[in-house]
Nanobody, 123 residues
Framework: QVQLAESGGGLVQAGGSLKLSCVASGRTFSRTAMGWFRQGPGKKREFVAGISWSGRTTYFADSMKGRFTISRDNAKNMVSLQMTSLKPEDTAVYYC????????????????WGQGTQVTVSS
């Protein structure tokens, strides 16, 4: 099991940027794939981005491609999500999640979740 703690959420105007971070503890981070998911008001939780244990492979939902970047620092047990060109529809609680080895877009594949951080994008 791994414990996850997100940070970096907040209020930003449309077109702005935010960087979310997630620090992990409790398991060998270098063997852990990480995913970012989000859940907007009245919406189902959806996949945002994922990164493999090595950092060599990244995945993005179509609507985030070109706007969001995911990276990891295994020395710091941290994964980050850089979000740019934010839109009001990006407003959601953002969660990081962990699973072994390779990231997938399915939330059911991730046994470990953080508490989430709120991102609000104003128009």
């Amino acid at each position: 099991q791994v414990q996850l703690a997100e940070s970096g959420g907040g209020l930003v105007q449309a077109g702005g940027s935010l960087k979310l971070s997630c620090v992990a503890s409790g398991r060998t981070f270098s063997r852990t794939a990480m995913g970012w998911f989000r859940q907007g008001p009245g919406k189902k939780r959806e996949f945002v981005a994922g990164i493999s244990w090595s950092g060599r492979t990244t995945y993005f939902a179509d609507s985030m491609k070109g706007r969001f970047t995911i990276s990891r620092d295994n020395a710091k047990n941290m994964v980050s999500l850089q979000m740019t060109s934010l839109k009001p529809e990006d407003t959601a609680v953002y969660y990081c999640a962990a699973r072994n080895w390779e990231a997938t877009p399915g939330s059911d594949d991730y046994p470990d979740w953080g508490q989430g951080t709120q991102v609000t994008v104003s128009s």
